[in-house]
């Protein structure tokens, strides 16, 4: 076991529901164990400039379903360079910091792994992004929460295109995953769904919505963010050309996405995977992801974790093509 003593913590890029629950997990098993914390506020930028201070059980009471993050969240600039980076370390060692945590996604362990393979602070990154684009675990911290808040909107939106028998072209976030749109099209029944990892061929889009011309009355088109299609109002744009008399509408949900209470689901997976970066900590662990596979720990090297998810399980994109119909 590593002799570690005084943990750095702090959440980057953008936030993600369960990140609060997430802290607290981290915060209470340290204390369990006899290590203490160091917040850092707003990410790397916090901890260049060193705006830390120690956490103790007080400090993360009545987080644990409060969306967004206590530790606040930046991108920084300056954190990408060698000369930022050597800052931030000057001021963890100031702080007497000997280990961190880094919670976020994808531009988080980017930085995460540039600093430990740099310097003698041993980090341990934990998955908290909406998108679901981390590779070693199957699902990140907010996905869920995220897909739901969709979902509880995209319903109440099928209300009123059934009311007034309209086709709503639903926009979702992802960066350049389309994950969230994938599961919460399917989920709300949407007639069409366009996501990056998959060709978007807009004559087939216009096939499906003349076939169910007659007896559909509302559609739904769920779409990825930064799709090849482009974005739901060009999309929106080419429909109304070819369908002139559909009564058609745009919605772009945005960071509503990101925002509200976290599930039951990422709390429990915030939890246990904020133990166990304590304990990997501990064990000697270093430039790592911790998440869950198949319901079970699992410990992937940051530059295998940043890959991005290209290929999408077939078995979701036959669903969808049989449940359009």
Do not use: W
Not at 4 to 13: A, E, F, M, R, V
Not at 225 to 250: L, M, S
Request: one cysteine or more; hydrophobic letters at 40%; aromatic letters at 6%.
């Amino acid at each position: 076991m590593t002799q570690i003593k005084n943990i750095g913590l702090l959440t980057s890029g953008g936030d993600s529901p369960g990140m609060n629950a997430a802290i607290r997990a981290v915060v209470r098993s340290a204390i369990y164990y006899g290590i203490e914390v160091t917040g850092i506020r707003r990410g790397y930028d916090g901890m260049i400039k060193g705006d830390m201070f120690p956490m103790d059980r007080k400090s993360v009471s009545n987080i644990i379903q409060r969306g967004g993050t206590i530790l606040k969240t930046a991108r920084s600039e300056q954190f990408r360079t060698a000369e930022g980076r050597k800052m931030g370390y000057d001021q963890l060692k100031k702080h007497n910091v000997d280990a961190l945590v880094a919670i976020g996604g994808d531009g988080t362990f980017r930085g995460a792994r540039a600093f430990s393979e740099e310097f003698d602070i041993p980090v341990v990154g934990l998955p908290g992004t909406i998108d679901n684009d981390l590779c070693g675990t199957d699902f990140t911290i907010g996905y869920d929460t995220a897909i739901n808040t969709v979902i509880d909107a995209v319903d109440k939106i099928r209300d009123t295109a059934e009311s007034h028998d309209r086709l709503f072209i639903v926009e979702v976030m992802g960066r350049d995953s389309g994950l969230i749109a994938l599961r919460t099209g399917i989920a709300a029944g949407a007639e069409t769904i366009l996501i990056p990892e998959s060709p978007t061929d807009i004559n087939a889009v216009f096939d499906k919505l003349e076939k169910g011309r007659k007896d559909k009355t509302s559609k739904i088109i769920m779409l990825a963010e930064n799709g090849e299609a482009g974005d739901a109002f060009e999309v929106g744009r080419q429909i109304k050309e070819k369908f002139p008399n559909y009564d058609t509408r745009v919605s772009v949900l945005g960071h509503i996405q990101r925002g509200g209470r976290p599930s039951c689901m990422d709390r429990v997976l915030a939890s246990r995977v904020g133990v166990a970066a304590v304990e990997a900590l501990m064990a000697g662990h270093r430039n790592e992801m911790v998440g869950l596979i198949h319901n079970e720990i699992a410990y992937t090297p940051f530059e295998h974790a940043t890959k991005h998810i290209a290929e999408i399980n077939p078995d979701f994109l036959k669903i969808v093509e049989i449940l359009a119909i």
